[in-house]
């Protein structure tokens, strides 16, 4: 099957920095990623639909200027978590649309990156 | 609002049983679900799927049964090997949606015994 790559796999950063979690298409041009994220207990959210070449779109809730996407190429979506926060903290990951597949079986997900807040 | 619900964290099996999983849903718009299997450090893959106008699909050893009336659908593997220890997550989503936004459950610990 396709390969999704992201990385780091985990961060550790002090309270107000910024971090960049990448996420890349190794074998094919991925034109939609998406990003998802997960607390302890709860289930994979999804946060935002990351487009190459335009904006992301934005779950309800999922603050735009906080979580800033960019897809400027078709096999490369990052995510940088801006003047993150404890709350912050999370399991965040990705995937990616194999084009022209319309079944959700050719979704292919990264193994996600583990942040951590100090 | 969790509208995907795998009320089980976990599940232990010896091996060569059957393993059953369940989900439950909310949202009466979704009209098709997934299964994705995940183990430690790597990404959730795809394992089988159903649409809502079937009750059940067979792919070898896992088998998916959608009850609508009672919007619960459940994994069956069968027979139970230890390759199958992994974290299984129920997804669901909708054609109205694109078939694109997956709304995942919490997933279930499967630990299969030797």
């Known amino acids: 099957g396709a390969v999704v790559s992201q990385h780091p796999s985990w961060v550790i950063c002090k309270s107000g920095t910024s971090v960049k979690i990448e996420c890349r298409s190794l074998?094919?041009?991925?034109?939609?990623m998406f990003w998802y994220r997960q607390f302890p207990k709860q289930s994979l959210m999804l946060m935002a639909t990351s487009n190459e070449g335009s904006k992301a779109t934005y779950e309800q809730g999922v603050e735009k200027d906080k979580f800033l996407i960019n897809h400027a190429s078709l096999t490369l979506s990052t995510l940088t978590v801006t003047s993150a926060h404890p709350e912050d903290s999370s399991f965040y990951i990705c995937s990616a649309r194999v084009p022209l597949a319309g079944i959700n079986e050719k979704l292919f997900f990264g193994s996600g990156t583990q942040l951590s807040v100090l | 609002d969790q509208q995907v619900k795998q009320n089980s964290p976990s599940l232990s099996v010896q091996e060569g049983r059957i393993s059953i999983l369940n989900c439950d849903y909310t949202?009466?718009?979704?009209?098709?679900f997934l299964w994705y299997k995940k183990y430690p450090a790597e990404g959730p893959t795809f394992l089988i799927s159903i649409s809502s106008i079937k009750d059940k699909n067979e792919d070898g050893r896992f088998t998916v049964f959608l009850n609508k009336s009672a919007k619960h659908l459940s994994l069956h593997i069968v027979p139970s090997q230890p390759g199958d220890s992994a974290v299984y997550f129920c997804a669901a989503t909708s054609g109205r949606f694109g078939n694109e936004k997956l709304t995942f459950g919490t997933g279930t610990r499967l630990t299969i015994i030797p």
């Open positions: 074998d094919f041009q991925a034109t939609t």
């Open positions: 949202n009466s718009m979704f009209d098709y």
